[in-house]
C-alpha cells in the first residue's frame, strides 16, 4: 500500500517506535519567539544543558514587539522589555541565529521562516507556537510545542509525538471572484466544526489549492489549527520550489539539485489511504466572515447571523447563544449591515506581500469610512520594505490607515496594545475568541480584501461589491 506525504516524512524522520502510536522524531528545525524564547533557553541553561545543533536553532522578535515606527526594547506590555532582553541575550550566549528588532530578516516567525528558506519540504520543524502548522504550506511537517517541548528540542533534536491520524480536504473547482484561501479556511471550518480536525494530520489537495500561490497556502495551513489539527500540509510542487530557490537558507549548486530530487518524491502515493476524506466543492464557497466567537461561527457575507437552534446539537447551540450576548448581535441579522469601528490587517495569517497588494487593490482611491481606525500591519521587515518599494505603504496611509513595523502586534494584545472596550473589529487574524484583541473587543475574522471593503463601508462588507 502507497504512503501519504505525512507518512513518508514520519517514517524519515522516526528514530525509535513507543508504545501504541507514538514515536521518537528527529527535529530538523527549531524556531522561537521572545514570549517564549526566553523561558526555554534560559531554562536550558540554569540546568546546565547546552543547544544541540545552534546552527539549525533560529529566533525573532515578534510575539509582543512595539510595532509603532521608531521602535525599541520598549513595548506596552508590563515587563515586556525584560522578555526581549533576555532573549537576546540568552540567544546570544547559545549562538543560535537571532532576527533581533532592528535586523533587517526580522518579522512574525511564520512569516520569516518561509521567506528566509529555513522551513523546507520535508523537514520537521517546530515552535512553541500553535499556528507553526503555517509552514507545512511548504510540504513540512511543522507543529506547535510547549516551552518544556522546546527545551527538550533544544537540547536533543528530538521529540516523543503520538503519531495523529491522516485526513485529507479535497478543495475542488475554481474560486469564485473575491474568494481565497481565508475563506476556504472558514468555510471548512464552518461545515464541520471547529474540532473536526482533532487528531489529525491534515493533506489539502485538489484543483484550488494547486491553483493557490506558496503565501496563500500558508494562509490556509495556518488555520488547521483553528480545525483543531495537529498540522496541515500541501505537498510540495514547482511553485514551492521556484519559491524557495535562491533564498538564503535554501541549498544551493549540487545541494539544490539533490535536494529537488527528493522534494518531488514527497507527495502521496496514488494507492495512499488516508483515515477521513473531506471533500469541497469550491464553487459553493463565498467571501466569508465569522459572526461569532469561535472560527466555526461563521457564514458567507451576503448572509444572516443564524439563530441557534439552527447551529447544530445543543452545545454547539448554547455556545452560539453565549457568542450572541457577547458579539451583541441578533438572529436575522445581515451581515453587511454591522457596524464596525475598526479594521486591523495583519498577523502570520495574512500580512505577507500578496495579502497587502489584494488589500491596496480594493483601498486604492478610495477612504475609510469615518470613525473607523484602521491599520496595517506587515508580517516582516521584508515585506515591509518590499510593500514600500511598490507604493503600497501610500496606498494605505492615503486611504486612512495607519502603517505600521511588522510584528504580531494586535492578532492577540500580548504586546500591550488593545483595541477599546467592546469595540466590533473587523480582522485579518485567526482567532476570534472573547476580548482577544482587546478587553470584550468583539471579532469578525475575513479575508484581508474584505478588511479593506469594510473599512471603506464602514460596515462588513461584501468585497465583491467593490469589483471595478
Known amino acids: 500500500m502507497g504512503k501519504t506525504l505525512f507518512e513518508k516524512i514520519w517514517d524519515d524522520h522516526l528514530i525509535e517506535a513507543a508504545p501504541g502510536d507514538a514515536g521518537l522524531l528527529y527535529i530538523d528545525r527549531v524556531f522561537l519567539h521572545e514570549r517564549t524564547g526566553a523561558i526555554a533557553l534560559q531554562s536550558l541553561a540554569e540546568e546546565g544543558r547546552s543547544v544541540h545543533c545552534p546552527e539549525q536553532v533560529f529566533c525573532t522578535m515578534d510575539h509582543i514587539v512595539d510595532t509603532f515606527p521608531g521602535r525599541g526594547d520598549r513595548t506596552r ?21 537571532l532576527f533581533d528588532i532592528h535586523d533587517p530578516r526580522q518579522g512574525i516567525v511564520h512569516v520569516v521562516s518561509p521567506e528566509q528558506g529555513i522551513v523546507q519540504p520535508g523537514c520537521t520543524l517546530v515552535c512553541p507556537d500553535s499556528h507553526t502548522c503555517s509552514q507545512g504550506a ?13 527545551e527538550h528540542a533544544l537540547a536533543t533534536k528530538t521529540l516523543l509525538i503520538n503519531r495523529p491520524r491522516t485526513m485529507r480536504v479535497t478543495f475542488e473547482g475554481e474560486v469564485g471572484f473575491g474568494v481565497g484561501a481565508k475563506d476556504l479556511i472558514l468555510h471548512l471550518i464552518a461545515s464541520h466544526s ?28 495556518n488555520m488547521a489549527v483553528e480545525f483543531s489539527a495537529f498540522t496541515g500540509l500541501v505537498a510540495p510542487d514547482e511553485k514551492t520550489f521556484r519559491f524557495l530557490q535562491g533564498r538564503p537558507y535554501a541549498p544551493r549548486g549540487a545541494a539544490w539539485e539533490q535536494a529537488l530530487a527528493h522534494w518531488r518524491t514527497l507527495r502521496s502515493d496514488a494507492d495512499a489511504r488516508f483515515d477521513r476524506e473531506i471533500t469541497i466543492d469550491c464553487t459553493g464557497v463565498a467571501p466569508t466572515v465569522t459572526w461569532g466567537t469561535s472560527p466555526q461561527q461563521a457564514c458567507p457575507v451576503n448572509g444572516v447571523v443564524p439563530a441557534p437552534a439552527t447551529t ?54 478610495r477612504r475609510v469610512a469615518a470613525g473607523v481606525k484602521a491599520i496595517c500591519v506587515p508580517g516582516s521587515s521584508q515585506v515591509k520594505r518590499a510593500a514600500e518599494a511598490e507604493g503600497l505603504d501610500r496606498v494605505f496611509t492615503d486611504a486612512g490607515f495607519e502603517w505600521r513595523e511588522s510584528g504580531c502586534s494586535m492578532c492577540f494584545y500580548a504586546g500591550g496594545e488593545s483595541f477599546g472596550y467592546r469595540e466590533r473589529v473587523i480582522s485579518s487574524t485567526n482567532r476570534n475568541f472573547e476580548s482577544r484583541q482587546g478587553p470584550e473587543t468583539r471579532t469578525h475574522l475575513a479575508s484581508p480584501t474584505t478588511v479593506a471593503a469594510s473599512a471603506v463601508a464602514g460596515r462588513i462588507a461584501d468585497v465583491r461589491e467593490f469589483a471595478a
Open 138 to 150: 511548504l510540504g513540512a511537517l511543522a507543529w506547535g510545542i510547549g516551552s518544556s517541548e522546546a
Open 77 to 97: 506590555m508590563p515587563g515586556g522589555e525584560a522578555f526581549i532582553q533576555t532573549t537576546r541575550n540568552s540567544s546570544h550566549a547559545a549562538g543560535i541565529n
Open 194 to 221: 471547529a474540532a473536526g480536525g482533532a487528531g489529525y494530520a491534515i493533506e489539502f489537495a485538489g484543483a484550488a489549492v494547486t491553483a493557490l500561490d506558496i503565501e496563500a497556502r500558508l494562509t490556509l495551513c
Open 312 to 365: 447544530g446539537d445543543s452545545q454547539a447551540a448554547k455556545s452560539a447563544q453565549r457568542a450572541l450576548v457577547y458579539m451583541d448581535l441578533q438572529p436575522g441579522t445581515r451581515l453587511t449591515d454591522i457596524p464596525i469601528d475598526a479594521a486591523f490587517i495583519g498577523s502570520c495569517t495574512n500580512s505577507r506581500l500578496s495579502d497587502l497588494r489584494a488589500a491596496a487593490a480594493v483601498l486604492r482611491g
